[in-house]
T-cell receptor, first 115, second 115 residues
Framework: AQSVTQPDIHITVSEGASLELRCNYS??????LFWYVQSPGQGLQLLLK??????LVQGIKGFEAEFKRSQSSFNLRKPSVHWSDAAEYFC?????????????FGTGTRLLVSP | GAVVSQHPSRVICKSGTSVKIECRSL??????MFWYRQFPKQSLMLMAT?????????EQGVEKDKFLINHASLTLSTLTVTSAHPEDSSFYIC???????????FGSGTRLTVV
């Protein structure tokens, strides 16, 4: 079965410092991978996605992620964190056949940004 | 583009009553929509996959008779929580597949409180 692991429940980063959020997946075929961000009481906003091609994916708000098949990882990075980046981040893998893929989510990582 | 509108954003209902949540795709046709439930500080759990013009596919453990899903058009899916109880209180989020490899877009969520 497909699964996603986000090993860090909470991460605190100083404003201006770099960020890396970890994501490992388990999926038998080529995965469709996503990172979403959720502010309190809100829905999810897509940061970036990987379907195929270049393994380094650029997203919105200065985020990027790198797909590493050998490590089954899709870590999210940002070179300089802003206070507005404080939120919950979810990694997800698209599972199922092409026509009706569903998303399997990790448990999320809460990012706290300190002054 | 690819916006999903979810209403209401918040609803409080009495125990034993039913509540309907709507999810509309505003600028694209969504043949497949997904309904998720999110408990506080937890990840999103897929409840069901809603397919336009056919019956929804429910995940294991989700009561079909309690969570009625209707996807009567290419732009509207509804989730009705029937005979709601306090344990149904949660955050419900809908999602739709975006055509042409656009991934998945999410509604802003509905906070249901059953008193």
């Amino acid at each position: 079965a497909q699964s996603v692991t986000q090993p860090d429940i909470h991460i605190t980063v100083s404003e201006g410092a770099s960020l890396e959020l970890r994501c490992n997946y388990s999926y038998g075929a080529t995965p469709y991978l996503f990172w979403y961000v959720q502010s309190p009481g809100q829905g999810l906003q897509l940061l970036l996605k990987y379907f195929s091609g270049d393994t380094l994916v650029q997203g919105i708000k200065g985020f990027e992620a790198e797909f590493k098949r050998s490590q089954s990882s899709f870590n999210l990075r940002k070179p300089s964190v802003h206070w507005s980046d404080a939120a919950e981040y979810f990694c997800a893998v698209g599972a199922g056949n092409t026509g009706f893929q569903k998303l399997v989510f990790g448990t999320g990582t809460r990012l706290l940004v300190s002054p | 583009g690819a916006v999903v509108s979810q209403h209401p954003s918040r609803v409080i209902c009495k125990s034993g009553t039913s509540v309907k949540i709507e999810c509309r795709s505003l600028d694209f046709q969504a043949t497949t929509m997904f309904w998720y439930r999110q408990f506080p500080k937890q990840s999103l759990m897929l409840m069901a996959t809603s397919n336009e013009g056919s019956k929804a596919t429910y995940e294991q453990g989700v009561e079909k008779d309690k969570f009625l899903i209707n996807h009567a058009s290419l732009t509207l899916s509804t989730l009705t929580v029937t005979s709601a109880h306090p344990e149904d209180s949660s955050f419900y989020i809908c999602s739709a597949r975006v055509p042409l490899g656009g991934g998945y877009t999410f509604g802003s969520g509905t906070r249901l409180t059953v008193v």
